[in-house]
């Protein structure tokens, strides 16, 4: 037998061999890493001095006026086309543009603000006696000043780093929301952003009113005019490159007959050089053409560009990059550029759908309609939050907008009478299915630029409107049904709630707050979040893009569980919510608990072992990049492609070996089918597929003299007591009253249930005669057997002898009938 280094040798070179080509990091990860290594140098550098936050932000200033000084040759409208060219992705008509996985509209952003600020800074009469600048300068230039804006950005990453109060426990979560602002475009996609838009901003007739009436026009408007900025321009270009086409052919063509047309060819030259480096004339935009594009009144077209219109006032290149890189982005609610001769011209369309809701919202805060209009964004987001949540728990019962008793003192909370309550308080959602209640907040206000700025006592304000009193309203429910066991609703009275065994919370944003609510470590450690009180909070439309995403309710609660144990965003660091849920596709998204505090809560096991404590202690965190690009295409083909085309592939969970048992459990109605399903999906592929044939070797091995078989599975990958679960497989035999089958493994499972002090159990009961799954019996009884249960307690095996692994005829089906395991008096 060959040595063990040996074998480790060929297994890896047998991997290698099978996966030939493979990179070795993605291409979001190379970003990443070429990120964390040019700061890593910088901190060398910079670290090394007395004051790392002034020279951090000396070498920034430095680099800023070296940057702009390059840039004022430059017209900055040209410079911006050329730059967007170069940056952004490009795709023919209804295909989907190529994933860049690196920051490019930032850079464009951050160009253009440059360039704009330094051209104010040029004095008027040296402006004039500007060098021409030659063909393709300023593609060279551009392509060059990629790594000078990140250099820039970088700068000013590790002067806010430098800046930072170690002492200020929302810190990080500062730096988390300005990285956002700075490097992320488009967290959720734009066409749902855009249809929440016009639902907020025009489906209120009041709230419409007001715009038209105090700004000339409504949101439809404002989308129009800046979608037909960015179309008007793509269109020019896509003229351009038809007559550059063109030309090179006809010179093409005529060298090939032996003419050389020297102005042929330098039209040819000339087209060539106008795609890329077009005049400034050609790439802007007339507000007449955008009238005729829209059908809107040229009235209505002016009063949108005004609005929108990029302010910069007199603000140098150092100011401007110092706002941009501190998440004050000048470009977020005005992304449109006017220029002198009133023509328009929009750096990429990322920004643009935002900046709508943003730049409204912020002046119906000065109009009387304000209150209409938080009234209706408030109703909006609890209507298509219940609208999710319906189509992922068909079944269940709802209850929105509804009013219920809590204490109004510490009395009453003692009298231990929750009937006679008197505080009368709101909840938002109250879904009930079986022994499961999901308890949803719904949060319609929005994080406000001086959050995004990184003040943090602002930011705590409004995380604690957005997060915190959302996860205080929700645990208020929570404690409620596990204190009292029920709770008294207004215009119902006393609604019972002593079956529910697993509760959730989930708070839900209007807002689209990625880096933060993907961050729940963070927020738990500044306290902005309790660690005993931890909801999932999601924003609406990764809410329901999720409730898209998932083929059976038992996955979303699955994610649901996964997601709100506190180790996971510890475990798994994400910048979006859907690479979490992503990932729970593709892994699982598990972390292997402390198998001291599993057999804690549930006492019964055995000492762990040793390969228990090692993937325990061998767990370290992990970044989760990008996972979204085939959800991407999944997304773009399915909401554009044509009739008869076809869609790209829906991202879906790993397939399952337990999944046609999951679904029947749903079409039977089983009581508990959602809990018995999730649990089912929890454990590892190799468990599931024991799982999915348990029933089958069962029956394929009956017990002489007509006898039922059983096999028992304790479920406790957890730490809490409450999350233990009973799975039992038992057969029916032919000469057993089903009845009678019935209540005796019913009996067992409740008796097993007390004796290992697990909450909830569940028998698949299997009939030998039909080799079918004859019922499926769910238990959540908690309370002290009665009498009759208490003897068949006794006849029970004792805690302690359970079996660490599973019945031996569960890993290895007997083909004889020496391999028949004795029968068992005691289970």
């Known amino acids: 037998m060959a040595s063990k280094t040996k074998r480790h040798e060929a297994r890896k070179k047998k991997q290698r061999r099978a996966a030939p080509g493979v990179p070795t990091f993605d291409p979001h990860a190379e970003v990443i890493v070429d990120t964390w290594a040019s700061l890593a140098k910088l901190m060398v550098r910079i670290g090394a001095t007395d004051d790392p936050e002034a020279a951090a932000g000396a070498a920034l200033n430095d680099a800023v006026a070296e940057f702009a000084a390059k840039v004022q040759r430059f017209d900055p409208i040209r410079l911006i086309e050329v730059a967007r060219l170069a940056s952004l992705p490009m795709a023919p008509i209804g295909a989907v543009a190529p994933i860049v996985p690196d920051a490019s509209a930032s850079r464009l952003e951050l160009l253009a603000l440059v360039a704009l600020a330094a051209q104010q800074e040029v004095v008027t009469g040296v402006a004039s006696q500007k060098a021409a600048v030659g063909d393709q300068e300023m593609s060279h230039f551009v392509s060059e000043a990629q ?52 639902a907020l901003l025009d489906g209120d007739p009041n709230v419409r009113a007001a715009l038209e009436a105090e700004l000339g026009f409504d949101a439809t408007d404002a989308l129009a005019v800046l979608n037909a900025c960015h179309d008007l321009q793509e269109i020019a270009m896509n003229r351009r490159i038809d007559a550059m086409r063109s030309t090179m052919l006809q010179a093409m063509a005529s060298t090939e007959a032996g003419r050389t047309d020297n102005a042929l060819m330098e039209r040819a030259r000339s087209s060539l050089m106008t795609v890329f480096e077009p005049e400034a004339n050609e790439v802007t935009v007339a507000v007449a053409d955008i009238a005729t594009h829209t059908s809107i009144p040229e009235g209505r077209v002016r009063a949108v560009i005004e609005r929108f219109r990029l302010d910069l006032a007199d603000a140098t290149p150092a100011q401007v990059v110092d706002a941009f890189s501190t998440g004050k982005n000048p470009m977020r609610a005005r992304p449109l550029i006017v220029c002198a001769n009133e023509r328009v011209v929009l750096p990429h369309p990322a920004l643009h759908v935002f900046a709508v809701r943003e730049n409204l919202e912020e002046h119906l805060k000065t109009s009387t309609s304000w209150s209409k209009y938080a009234k209706h964004r408030g109703d909006l987001l609890e209507t298509r939050t219940r609208t999710a949540l319906g189509r992922m728990l068909p079944g269940a019962h709802y209850r929105d907008a509804f009013e219920y008793y809590v204490p109004a003192s510490e009395a009453e909370a003692t009298g231990a009478d929750p009937s006679k309550y008197t505080k009368r308080v709101e909840g938002d959602h109250l879904v009930l299915l079986d022994d499961i209640a999901i308890v949803v907040e719904d949060k319609a206000v929005a994080l406000s630029a001086l959050s995004r700025g990184g003040k ?110 506190p180790d996971v965003t510890v475990m798994f660091n994400a910048a979006d919510e859907l690479d979490l849920f992503l990932y729970f596709f593709e892994a699982g998204l598990w972390v292997e608990p402390d198998p001291a505090q599993v057999r804690a809560a549930f006492p019964f096991l055995p000492e762990p072992t040793t390969s228990e404590l090692r993937r325990y202690r061998s767990q370290s965190p992990v970044i989760l990049t990008s ?122 499972l409740r ?50 002898g359970l079996q660490r692994t599973i019945h031996p005829n569960a890993k290895r089906p007997p083909h004889t009938a020496r391999n028949k395991p004795r029968p068992s008096r005691k289970r």
């Not at 604690?464 to 645990?475: F, H, L, P, S, Y």
């Not at 989930?506 to 470590?521: C, E, F, G, K, Y």
């Not at 018995?676 to 929890?682: Q, R």
């Open 751 to 800: 008796a097993k249930k007390h004796q290992l002090g697990l909450p909830r159990g569940v028998v698949f009961l299997y009939d030998e005669p039909t080799r079918s799954l004859l019922d499926v019996l769910y238990d959540g009884h908690i309370g002290p057997l009665d009498n009759a249960l208490t003897a068949v307690l006794h006849s029970l095996r004792p805690a302690s």
């Open 147 to 198: 790594s000078e804006l990140d250099g820039l950005l970088h700068l000013a990453q590790l002067r806010s780093f430098a800046s930072t109060d170690p002492t200020d426990k929302l810190a990080l979560v500062s730096l988390l929301i300005q990285g956002g602002e700075v490097w992320m475009r488009n967290s959720s996609y734009p066409e749902m952003v855009e249809a929440t838009n016009r």
């Open 627 to 748: 996972r979204t690009d085939a959800l991407d295409e999944w997304f773009h083909t399915n909401r554009h492609a044509d009739a008869g085309a076809t869609s790209a592939l829906k991202p879906t969970m790993s397939p399952s070996p337990v999944a046609p048992l999951i679904d029947d459990l749903q079409l039977r109605n089983v009581t508990g089918w959602l809990s018995i399903g999730a649990t089912l999906l929890s454990a590892y592929l190799n468990v599931q597929h024991k799982f999915a044939r348990y029933g089958q070797e069962l029956l394929s091995n009956p017990l002489p003299h007509g006898q039922g078989r059983s096999l028992t599975i304790p479920i406790t990958a957890c730490v809490d007591p409450a999350e233990g679960w009973l799975f039992v497989w038992a057969t029916r035999p032919a000469v057993e009253d089903p009845a009678r089958a019935e209540k005796r493994v019913r009996d067992y």
């Open 456 to 565: 943090t006592a602002r930011i705590r304000t409004d995380l604690t409107g957005i997060i915190t009193k959302a996860a205080e309203q929700a645990g208020r429910i929570r404690d409620g049904i596990e204190r009292d066991g029920g709770l008294r609703i207004q215009g119902e009275g006393w609604v019972d709630l002593s079956h529910i065994r697993e509760i959730h919370t989930i708070a839900v944003s209007l807002d689209d707050l990625s880096t933060v609510l993907t961050a729940t470590a963070e927020l738990v450690r500044a306290g902005v979040l309790s660690v005993d009180n931890i909801p999932w909070t999601v924003s609406l439309h990764d809410l329901e893009l999720i409730t898209e995403l998932v083929a059976r309710p038992a996955e979303f609660l699955l994610y649901l569980r996964r997601r709100r144990t």
